[in-house]
T-cell receptor, first 114, second 113 residues
Framework: AQSVTQLGSHVSVSEGALVLLRCNYS??????LFWYVQYPNQGLQLLLK??????LVKGINGFEAEFKKSETSFHLTKPSAHMSDAAEYFC????????????FGPGTSLSVIP | DGGITQSPKYLFRKEGQNVTLSCEQN?????MYWYRQDPGQGLRLIYY???????QKGDIAEGYSVSREKKESFPLTVTSAQKNPTAFYLC????????????FGPGTRLTVT
């Protein structure tokens, strides 16, 4: 069965510092992987997705993630945090078949300290 | 512009009343989903529908009901049987051609007193 874990329910970084949000997955089939961002009182917005092409995926707002099959990880990074990056971030993995739902991780709340 | 609309943004109800949350999409997506989000928690799946006139229970379906009479619409009814209905409700849609990337609506915040 598919599952997603996100290490750290809350992460704080200083403005300008590296952002690293961790995601590990379990999947019985080659997965599609996603990172979403949610700002307060809003819906989720796709940051980036891995679809079995390049293992390093670039997304919006300067974020990128690297798919590492050997580590079953899909960590999200950004070289320099901005105040506007403060939000909730969710990692997700596709289901085993086209009829299965996407599985979301519990989320990581990112705070950016000025 | 294509997207998902949810209305209203804020909804207030008295305990014991049923309430229906609207979700409409013009993305031509086959699959639609309802999630519940509580403060500090992730998304919990309530119901999902892969095709018109068919839907499946998610992880927390008790106290909720849905219908899928049209491809564009997937309304959620929160019944009086739902013990703790106050929450933020998110609707989403996806398509296999999009590799299951989910598009989310802006959400409805329901408060029941």
């Amino acid at each position: 069965a598919q599952s997603v874990t996100q290490l750290g329910s809350h992460v704080s970084v200083s403005e300008g510092a590296l952002v690293l949000l961790r995601c590990n997955y379990s999947s019985s089939v080659p997965p599609y992987l996603f990172w979403y961002v949610q700002y307060p009182n809003q819906g989720l917005q796709l940051l980036l997705k891995y679809t079995s092409a390049a293992t390093l995926v670039k997304g919006i707002n300067g974020f990128e993630a690297e798919f590492k099959k050997s580590e079953t990880s899909f960590h999200l990074t950004k070289p320099s945090a901005h105040m506007s990056d403060a939000a909730e971030y969710f990692c997700a993995v596709s289901g085993e078949t086209s009829y299965d739902k996407v599985i979301f991780g519990p989320g990581t709340s990112l705070s950016v300290i000025p | 512009d294509g997207g998902i609309t949810q209305s209203p943004k804020y909804l207030f109800r008295k305990e014991g009343q049923n309430v229906t949350l609207s979700c409409e999409q013009n993305l031509n997506h086959d699959a639609m989903y309802w999630y519940r989000q509580d403060p500090g928690q992730g998304l919990r799946l309530i119901y999902y529908s892969q095709i018109v006139n068919d839907f499946q229970k998610g992880d927390i379906a008790e106290g909720y009901s849905v219908s899928r009479e049209k491809k564009e619409s997937f309304p959620l009814t929160v019944t009086s049987a739902q013990k703790n209905p106050t929450a933020f409700y998110l609707c989403a849609s996806s398509t296999p051609e999009g590799l299951y990337e989910q598009y989310f609506g802006p959400g409805t915040r329901l408060t029941v007193t």
